[in-house]
Structures are given as C-alpha cells and as structure tokens.
C-alpha cells in the first residue's frame, strides 16, 4: 500500500490500540508510522518489481517478518511487564502486512487506493469523539491531511510527471520511507507533552 494509506490505518489502529492496553497516543501512533519502515526492504531487488509487486512474496523484510514478531513473542515471555508494548508492535506489523496484502489484491488500482483512503477518512470522522483529549481531533486531521497532500503530490511528481520507472528509479521507493520517517518524527516532536508509554 502507498504510505497514506498505511498512515490512515495506523491512526485508526493506534487510537484502539492506545485506548486498549493503556498507552499513551502519541508515542503509540509514532511508533505504529515508523513501524511502516519496513518498506526499506523495497531497496532490495527494486529492479524487479514495477510498483505493484507482491510485497509478501518479493521483499526480505515482509517475507521474513516472522521472525523478529516470533522474537517479540519470546521477549514477551520474559518481560510480562512489556506485554502490552509488545502487543501493540507485533499489531502494527501484523497492520502493515494486512494493507499491503489488500493493496496487492486491488492490483494498485488508483481508483480502489483511493476509495479505501477516503473511508479511512470517514471512519476517522466517525471515531472523532473517541480520540483522547491529549491531541485534538482538528489538529491530528490537519496532520493527516497534510501528510496526504505532501504524499500524493510527491508521488503524482514522480509517476506522471517525470514518468519515473520503479524498475530503474531507487528513489521512487526512498522516497515512501522518508515520508514514514519525517511523519512518525514529526509527529511525536510536535504533539508529545512529555507522554511516555
Ligand atoms: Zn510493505
């Protein structure tokens, strides 16, 4: 999935997530943004995939994912008092997979994107009532919305106006990361009050 999406569904995620084992929103919803880097795996063999590749077939990092969420399990096993931690990352992984799985059976149709980005919207509005008080609903849209444009104008840029080809272009995947790192960052530097998990 294209990281507006994967942001949409971590904001969804991270507000039941947050509200369900008891930890705090911001640092939850940064985590749950930059958990979406494992999409750094897409510098791998970039010169197989033209942009709607299986990411569960083709990249180590979702092939393998596996392992570090059977780690996290283990590490559960010994630190009983991080269970909910623990819990909420294996989550956001389990997230990441679940989008891309979905992408990937829309074929990357830009309609189809589009449509689930604009009903994870909807549900956001819905839920509105249901955010914690310690970001304002307004200012957590204004983020989202943000995010979208940046999002979507950089890669319309770079898919039809310089007409990159993902098969010879790395930056077309460079650039998805960066966006998952500058908002996760960005987020947690402008909205955390001192919060800890
Ligand atoms: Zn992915």
Known sequence: MYPVGHILTASIY????AKKLALNFVPVF???ILSNLIDVDHFIYYFKDDGTANSLVLHPGHLYIGVPIFALIVL????PESLNLIYMLIGAFAMHMAADALAF??????????IIDVVLFLILVLIRNKFDASVPFSNLFLFLLCVTLVSASVQYWMHFILKYDPQKELIVYVVPNLIFLLSG?????VFNKKESL
Do not use: P, R, T
Request: glycine share 4%; hydrophobic share 55%.
């Open 185 to 189: 960052l960005s987020f947690y530097f």
């Open 14 to 17: 991270s507000k039941v997530a």
């Open 105 to 114: 059976l829309c074929q990357y149709n830009l309609i189809a994107l589009i």
């Open 30 to 32: 940064s985590i749950s």
């Open 76 to 79: 559960g096993f010994f630190k």
